[in-house]
């Protein structure tokens, strides 16, 4: 990997850490906002799935506007939009003015995935290595999100954590715009070895509705973690507080992905990777299944191993999008990925909500494992449609 292509993966791997940071500090909020403004898991699960389904719906515009743009000025524009929609959250004085801030700020944070990943696909040759050192990034900055949240709001206030994030982006915005010269797209577009002539319909749309039930898995899983760890842990641990539980073991599970990001880097580049997909759908099941069926050490211990199979995919499934889209779409292909799996997958978060408020938090997890039994058949169906 030549100096070029680092600084490439530095850029967009800080972006990449700041964007989950930002999206996965609400859920280990969750215990205090819901002590804070009174109101239950299910509108805390509605909020989180406005603020999800923001960080979806703009990936298919951002992904067009890849095009057109550049990876560069999609880049600031998250950037700085992100920032100031955090420091609009961090001085909210109502529950309304948070939640139109959160909206805001998952709206200006949908615009980095299609331009990053593109960015990449586009410049870096070795691209599973590439995807999975950008997707370690992505993962430390949702190890970072619920620890920093939960350790300033015990310290300071929940409003700290927004205003630490939104000042982070605004300087890296700076720092984009000082390190990165400003170029005509056309210039941007380098020809890798990553070329496609042709999008291949049937396999990419098997794809999608298996990542997009993957989605609904992750947002199942990370909107009610925190609260599951906080209310299920009270013999593991028990000089904790149950505030730092909400953050410390997420943070724990999420490091955790860092290495599956790697065993999914390795795997993808040496096997078959349509077939990798469907093993990796198939070993999430069970993990999710023993998550809702267990407490304390034995939560945590299985919560660590459903880390390691759920970010595993992450190089694989990015580099499958690269692969079954053509090379001018290939922006527009990631904002149809995302919106899937971020949009739509956002809906698991509000009738998680329904779950855990009616059948306790620990409910949510089988039935996240549940949704992925047809990711069996539909990612089966990718593998014969090569």
Same mark, same amino acid.
């Given at each position: 990997?030549?100096?070029f292509?680092?600084?490439v993966?530095?850029?967009?791997?800080?972006?990449?850490?700041s +964007?989950? #940071? =930002?999206?996965?500090?609400?859920?280990?909020?969750?215990p205090?906002?819901?002590?804070?403004?009174? @109101? /239950?898991?299910?509108?805390?699960?509605?909020v989180v799935?406005?603020?999800?389904?923001?960080?979806?719906v703009?990936?298919?515009?951002?992904?067009?506007?890849e095009?057109?743009l550049?990876g560069r000025?999609?880049?600031?524009l998250?950037?700085?939009?992100?920032g100031?929609?955090?420091?609009?959250?961090?001085?909210?004085?109502?529950?309304?003015m948070?939640?139109?801030?959160?909206g805001l700020?998952?709206?200006?944070?949908?615009?980095?995935?299609?331009?990053?990943?593109?960015l990449?696909?586009?410049? +870096?040759? #070795? =691209?599973t290595?590439?995807?999975?050192?950008?997707g370690i990034?992505?993962t430390v900055?949702?190890? @970072? /999100?619920?620890i920093?949240?939960?350790?300033?709001?015990?310290?300071?206030?929940?409003?700290?954590a927004?205003?630490?994030l939104?000042i982070?982006?605004l300087?890296l915005a700076?720092t984009t715009?000082?390190a990165i010269?400003?170029?005509k797209?056309?210039?941007e577009?380098?020809?890798?070895?990553?070329?496609?002539?042709?999008t291949?319909?049937?396999a990419?749309?098997?794809?999608?509705?298996?990542?997009?039930?993957?989605?609904?898995?992750?947002?199942?899983f990370?909107t009610?973690?925190p609260?599951?760890?906080a209310?299920?842990?009270n013999?593991?641990?028990?000089?904790?507080?149950?505030?730092?539980?909400a953050?410390?073991?997420?943070t724990?599970?999420f490091l955790?992905?860092?290495?599956g990001?790697?065993?999914?880097?390795?795997?993808?580049?040496?096997y078959?990777r349509p077939?990798?997909?469907?093993?990796?759908?198939?070993?999430?099941?069970p993990?999710?299944?023993?998550?809702g069926?267990?407490t304390d050490?034995?939560?945590v211990?299985?919560?660590?191993?459903?880390?390691v199979a759920f970010?595993?995919?992450?190089p694989v499934?990015?580099?499958?999008?690269a692969?079954f889209?053509?090379?001018?779409?290939r922006g527009l292909g990631?904002g149809?990925?995302?919106?899937?799996?971020?949009?739509?997958?956002?809906?698991?978060a509000?009738?998680?909500?329904?779950?855990a408020?009616?059948?306790?938090v620990?409910?949510?997890?089988?039935?996240?494992?549940?949704l992925?039994?047809?990711?069996?058949?539909?990612s089966y169906?990718?593998?014969?449609n090569?």
């Open positions: 990997m030549n100096r292509e680092k600084i993966l530095s850029i967009t791997g800080g972006s990449h850490l +964007v989950h #940071a =930002l999206m996965l500090a609400l859920p280990s909020l969750i205090i906002l819901r002590n804070e403004f009174n @109101i /239950g898991l299910d509108t805390l699960g509605l799935t406005i603020s999800a389904f923001m960080f979806g703009g990936a298919i515009p951002s992904g067009w506007a095009r057109r550049g000025a999609l880049l600031l998250y950037l700085f939009g992100s100031l929609s955090a420091m609009l959250v961090s001085i909210s004085g109502s529950f309304i948070m939640v139109a801030g959160l700020m998952g709206f200006f944070c949908s615009i980095y995935h299609p331009a990053g990943l593109t990449i696909s586009h410049r +870096v040759n #070795a =691209l290595k590439g995807m999975a050192v950008h990034f992505g900055g949702s190890a @970072i /999100g619920p920093m949240a939960t350790a300033l709001a015990s310290l300071i206030s929940w409003r700290a927004y205003a630490v939104g982070f982006n300087l700076l715009i000082i010269p400003n170029r797209h056309s210039s577009e380098i020809v890798s070895e990553n070329q496609v002539e042709k291949n319909r049937p990419l749309i098997f794809f999608y509705l298996t990542n997009m039930l993957m989605g609904m898995a992750y947002y199942g990370t009610f973690m609260t599951h760890f209310e299920n842990t013999q593991f641990l028990p000089f904790i507080s149950s505030t730092m539980k953050g410390i073991f997420p724990m599970v955790a992905g860092i290495i990001q790697l065993i999914g880097g390795r795997l993808g580049s040496r078959n077939k990798m997909l469907m093993v990796i759908v198939a070993i999430n099941i993990f999710f299944l023993l998550m069926y267990s050490l034995m939560l211990l299985f919560s660590l191993c459903l880390g970010f595993s995919i992450q499934a990015n580099t499958l999008i692969e889209t053509h090379s001018d779409n990631y149809i990925n995302f919106f899937l799996s971020f949009g739509i997958g956002s809906f698991a509000g009738f998680g909500g329904y779950i408020e009616n059948m306790g620990a409910s949510v997890f089988p039935v996240m494992g549940y992925l039994i047809p990711g069996l058949l539909t169906m990718i593998t014969r090569l």
